[in-house]
């Protein structure tokens, strides 16, 4: 059965920093597809990337850059240089190749000070 | 364009009512899903609907029913509301009916059973 992880709840941080919010996934296919969304307060889930399995590479969008890692079965998300727009829940999830729903990690929210 | 819409946004029922729900996808996708999010947790799949043809159905009571018409726009039912039916419900659209395609959320419709 597919499982997404998400272990840190909430995570502040001061405007400028870099954080780095933690995925986990289970799942015994060896085709599934990963995906990180932002939820601001206005609820609209926003797609922000999408990784398939075998395709590993890191990726890097602007400030954002994610670290694909099968050995641990981790899809990690870092934010370089936080901004207070960055504030919202973000959440992982995993699509197996077969399957029909998306399972969502229970988010990591994520508050930026100024 | 367009993206994906809801209605309403928000609604107030009362135990053992019925809601429906209703949704538009983007132009041009022909797959609509439908998720339950909780206060405080991630999404949950409750169905999704290509080519008007259920593809798939969550861990829900048969309370809980969808369709999708010619037009590709949805609606979700549920019968006889609980306490615990209380909680954003996102519809979503992609282009294809599973796998690599990301989908493109709603802004939710707000239901609060009393």
């Known amino acids: 059965a597919q499982k997404v992880t998400q272990a840190q709840t909430e995570i502040s941080v001061v405007e400028k920093e870099d954080v780095t919010l933690d995925c986990v996934y289970e799942?015994?296919?060896?085709?599934?597809?990963l995906f990180w969304y932002k939820q601001p307060p206005s609820g609209e889930l926003v797609f922000l990337i999408r990784?398939?399995?075998?395709?590993?590479q890191n990726e890097i969008s602007g400030r954002y850059s994610w670290n694909f890692q099968k050995s641990t079965s981790s899809f990690n998300f870092t934010i370089t240089a936080s901004q207070v727009v960055d504030s919202a829940v973000y959440f992982c999830a995993l699509s197996e190749g077969n399957n029909n729903d998306m399972r969502f990690g229970a988010g990591t929210r994520l508050t930026v000070k100024p | 364009d367009a993206g994906v819409t809801q209605s309403p946004t928000h609604l107030i029922k009362t135990r053992g009512q019925h809601v429906t729900l209703r949704c538009s996808p983007i132009s041009g996708h022909k797959s609509v899903s439908w998720y339950q999010q909780v206060l405080g947790q991630g999404p949950q799949f409750i169905f999704q609907y290509y080519e008007k043809e259920e593809r798939g159905r969550g861990n829900f009571p048969d309370r809980f029913s969808a369709r999708q018409f010619p037009n590709y726009s949805s609606e979700l039912n549920v019968n006889a509301l609980l306490l615990g039916d209380s909680a954003l419900y996102l519809c979503?659209?992609?282009?294809?009916?599973?796998?690599?395609?990301?989908?493109?959320f709603g802004n939710g419709t707000r239901l609060t059973v009393t």
């Open positions: 990784r398939n399995s075998f395709d590993e």
């Open positions: 799942t015994r296919d060896t085709t599934y597809y």
């Open positions: 979503a659209s992609s282009l294809a009916d599973r796998g690599p395609s990301p989908l493109h």
